[in-house]
């Protein structure tokens, strides 16, 4: 490259961005292949190991379900926060972290309430999944027209109720017998389950009241 084009080469890196913020903003926004999306990738095959595990494809194996959701679960920030730090944000990004967040929780309660003895009951389950889907509808639509709907706090407090669910009652199935002070594992699963469940409608209404105005604007 002669260096008339080198200089040209840095002058358009250096100033394109201050020129024609939209069309920069724009294309980086349009990313597909980006490492937050690849990890996402990765988290969603994990959620169908996690529910062969479950379903018993190889017997039942809840230890193993346990350890694996449990990671699953703790590596969730990762895209999330190597996007924010390196500017990989995307739009794909945007929305497939809680998809595949969504299918993983989604999936597991749908399961585990089909075991007898599970503190999940299978209307819990429906609740949950019903509230994902719905919020899943607004966040594309919002996303479609330009607005942020990043997760509010009330979600991530929902999130952190559902993971401790699903933890407590694979945990009660691997350790039947565990007592925590003078409450069995069962019964402190019972609780977290409910906790599950209200935030998860709180959070839910909450949600679909914020992009009420925003969606009316947009019809």
Known sequence: MSKVGYKGFLWCTDYLPVYFPAMTQHSALDRVWTVPNIISLARLVLAL???A??????GR??????VLFVFAAATDWVDGWYARKYGA?????????????KVIVCGTFVLLADRTGSAILPWMALVIVVRE????AIRAEMERTGLDFSAAWSGKLKMLFQCAAIALELGARTWPELV???????????GVVWLAVISTVWSGLEYVLAARPLLSQDS
């Open 49 to 51: 190991v996690l529910f």
């Open 53 to 58: 595990l479950i379903e018993g494809v190889a």
């Open 61 to 66: 194996q809840d230890l193993a379900a346990l």
């Open 89 to 101: 944000v995307s739009r794909l990004g945007r929305i497939f972290d809680p998809l595949v967040d």
């Open 133 to 136: 889907l719905v919020v899943t």
């Open 180 to 190: 925590l002070g003078s409450v069995s594992i069962h019964q402190v699963t019972v």
